[in-house]
């Protein structure tokens, strides 16, 4: 079994979808970045490249490759996953904390929760996506940008089921 920890955080702009978990959220603001933004798929993509050893998502992602602008955090996430079957692993589980003042996410959690789950090819009770805000602190708190955390798990595909 092996451990990997992410993390992520984008500014929010305007003129961009807020896209998160693979999900849109309404929202009158998006996250900016080289790709879609999407802060929680960075995390998971993040934690499972760190549990394979394997460096980070700037490594394999980089911003200065034009050919990646505009990419889908999901196409990121699911080239990762292919690491890890191929490295000969599966994933045990993933749990991920969403870190955001605005806006309120409570009503798309579920949604989050199955698109990271199908990305990943994982049972969604393998699969678990927290919120929280920071009360106002710091940069989230306003209302700047949105972060994410995530822990996988990840470990013979027996013992994975």
């Known amino acids: 079994m092996r451990i990997g920890q992410g993390v992520d955080a ?3 702009v305007a003129g961009r979808r807020l896209i998160l978990g693979g999900v849109e959220i309404p929202f009158d603001r998006g996250l900016e970045g080289h790709s879609d933004g999407d802060v929680l798929l960075h995390a998971v993509a993040s ?3 760190g549990a394979l050893g ?5 490594e394999h992602f980089p911003s200065s490759d034009a050919t990646l602008a505009g990419i889908a955090s999901r196409d990121i996430l699911e080239q990762v996953v292919a690491r890890v079957t ?8 993933v749990d991920a904390t969403v870190i955001a003042q605005v806006p309120r996410l409570a009503p798309h959690r ?3 929760t199955a698109s ?7 049972d969604e009770d393998r699969v678990n996506v927290k919120l929280t805000s920071t009360d106002r ?10 972060a994410a955390l995530a822990v996988a798990l990840i470990g013979d595909p027996e013992e994975c089921r």
């Open 10 to 12: 984008h500014q929010l």
């Open 47 to 49: 934690a499972l490249l």
């Open 110 to 112: 579920a949604a989050m």
């Open 54 to 58: 394997q460096g980070d998502l700037g």
């Open 137 to 146: 602190l710091g940069f989230l708190g306003r209302e700047e940008g949105v």
């Open 116 to 122: 990271l789950a199908d990305a990943l090819g994982a």
């Open 86 to 93: 191929a490295a000969g692993f599966a994933i045990g589980n």
